[in-house]
């Protein structure tokens, strides 16, 4: 059965990808005329989701592309996308969702960055957050170095520190939080908990679906106390954003039975601050 799956998912992909490279061929020649010393494919942060949290150089780089090639998480946003104004721009979804079957692959997203960049077209990789963050770009780099295609980034910013401004949490301060470390939870068995034990303010991305594992392993191997504030932010900056305030010793109990996803923890004092 899995090898069946695995199959189904491969022509599905294989399909989408073959579909994608047949509307991006449409495009006119003149789109495709652009200066020989423009760089070929920008890997740009969108950011949280909303064109309010672009950078300049990111919406300048929407309005001049041939080709959108975007994430979901923040870099969907139809605010966001509404930059991309060029006549005849292509707009290429390539979000992953949950490993479902029916998600692009890396592999396939990669494969694609290079095709496009060898047509002659000027293509936006836009990913939500930052490109330096949990976003897989150095497979996308690689991919593109090997195949001589020309590259850019411009940075984005991360969920890790906008989600937790915006319920005015600082991650640093003088005496609460002299440093602060940033991990991704989606795999709790791959982390070394016993390394935040000496951090002030440990932020957890993708903690979603693992948030009592990460609770518990910093309570046991990092030695946090019980009683260390905590805050959980779902959709951190955008108008359906929630937040869980609470301590080590009852957060999991606070959001049990809610919808996490896409959350972020936050744990340290700097958490009463807000």
Same mark, same amino acid.
């Given at each position: 059965?899995? @090898?069946?799956?695995?199959i !189904?998912?491969?022509?599905?992909?294989?399909?989408?990808?073959?579909?994608?490279?047949r @509307?991006?061929?449409?495009?006119?020649?003149?789109s495709?005329?652009?200066?020989?010393?423009?760089?070929?494919?920008?890997?740009?942060?969108?950011?949280?989701?909303?064109?309010d949290?672009?950078?300049?150089?990111?919406?300048?780089?929407?309005?001049?592309?041939?080709?959108?090639?975007?994430?979901?998480l923040g870099?969907?946003?139809?605010?966001?996308l509404?930059?991309?104004?060029?006549?005849?721009? !292509?707009?290429?979804?390539?979000?992953k969702?949950?490993g479902?079957?029916?998600?692009?692959?890396?592999?396939?997203?990669?494969?694609?960055?290079?095709?496009?960049?060898?047509?002659?077209?000027?293509?936006v990789r836009?990913?939500?957050?930052?490109?330096?963050?949990?976003?897989?770009?150095?497979?996308?780099?690689?991919?593109?170095r090997?195949?001589?295609?020309?590259?850019?980034?411009?940075?984005?910013?991360?969920?890790?520190?906008?989600?937790?401004?915006?319920?005015?949490?600082?991650?640093?301060?003088?005496?609460?939080?002299?440093?602060?470390?940033?991990?991704?939870?989606?795999?709790?068995?791959?982390?070394?908990?016993?390394?935040?034990?000496?951090?002030?303010?440990?932020?957890?991305?993708?903690?979603?679906?693992?948030?009592?594992?990460?609770?518990?392993?910093?309570?046991?191997?990092?030695?946090?106390?019980?009683s260390?504030?905590?805050?959980?932010?779902?959709?951190?900056?955008?108008?359906?954003?929630?937040?869980?305030?609470g301590?080590?010793?009852?957060?999991?109990?606070?959001?049990?039975?809610?919808?996490?996803?896409?959350?972020?923890?936050?744990?340290?004092?700097?958490?009463?601050?807000a």
């Amino acid at each position: 059965m899995r @090898r069946a799956v695995a199959i !189904e998912a491969s022509a599905i992909q294989s399909a989408r990808l073959a579909s994608t490279r047949r @509307r991006c061929s449409r495009t006119t020649a003149s789109s495709s005329s652009s200066s020989s010393t423009e760089t070929s494919v920008q890997l740009i942060g969108a950011g949280p989701g909303g064109a309010d949290s672009l950078t300049l150089g990111a919406a300048k780089a929407l309005a001049r592309c041939d080709v959108v090639v975007h994430d979901d998480l923040g870099a969907s946003s139809s605010s966001v996308l509404a930059l991309a104004t060029k006549p005849n721009v !292509e707009f290429v979804s390539v979000g992953k969702r949950g490993g479902a079957a029916r998600s692009w692959t890396q592999k396939d997203i990669c494969a694609l960055l290079v095709e496009l960049g060898k047509s002659g077209k000027t293509v936006v990789r836009l990913k939500g957050g930052c490109p330096s963050t949990f976003a897989r770009v150095s497979e996308e780099i690689k991919a593109l170095r090997d195949a001589g295609v020309s590259y850019a980034m411009l940075p984005g910013v991360s969920s890790a520190l906008s989600a937790p401004l915006s319920v005015g949490i600082p991650l640093t301060d003088r005496e609460l939080g002299r440093h602060y470390s940033v991990c991704g939870a989606h795999d709790p068995s791959s982390i070394d908990f016993s390394a935040f034990s000496r951090i002030d303010t440990c932020v957890f991305l993708m903690v979603g679906r693992t948030l009592p594992l990460v609770v518990e392993a910093l309570q046991g191997d990092a030695r946090k106390a019980p009683s260390t504030p905590c805050c959980v932010i779902r959709n951190g900056m955008q108008p359906d954003e929630r937040s869980w305030f609470g301590s080590l010793c009852d957060i999991v109990d606070k959001t049990t039975g809610e919808s996490l996803s896409p959350c972020v923890l936050i744990v340290g004092e700097v958490v009463t601050l807000a």
